[in-house]
């Protein structure tokens, strides 16, 4: 009975940097890890194509932008229901104004 081994990310990266930095040939890691070639090329596959993650800026105040655009919009949302209760009122005024004069 076969265990199926599990590798975390870290263990990925390393095996498919032995492969292409070391020179490691696939049957020889493959080997040695007991996983199929297939397994190893869909692990490359996966590094490659999420590679520009790698070279991606990570700035701190990007991730509190979020926080930011959100204070903001609760704040212009809190300006709009304020200018429509103050709207309301004028409007009820000028219908009870309207009433009193008979133009309605």
């Not at 490359?44 to 070279?55: D, L, P, T, V, Y």
């Amino acid at each position: 009975m076969t265990t199926k081994r599990s590798f975390s990310p870290q263990d990925k990266v390393a095996i498919v940097r032995r492969h292409l930095v070391e020179s490691v040939s696939v049957s020889d890691l493959c080997d040695e890890l007991g996983i199929k070639p297939t397994q190893y090329y869909a692990w490359q596959k996966q590094f490659f194509e999420n590679g520009s993650i790698a070279f991606e800026r990570r700035n701190p105040k990007n991730r509190q932008q979020p926080s930011r655009d959100q204070k903001k919009i609760a704040a212009l949302e809190d300006t709009l229901r304020q200018r429509n209760e103050v709207v309301a009122e004028l409007l009820q005024e000028h219908v009870q104004l309207k009433k009193e004069l008979g133009e309605l």
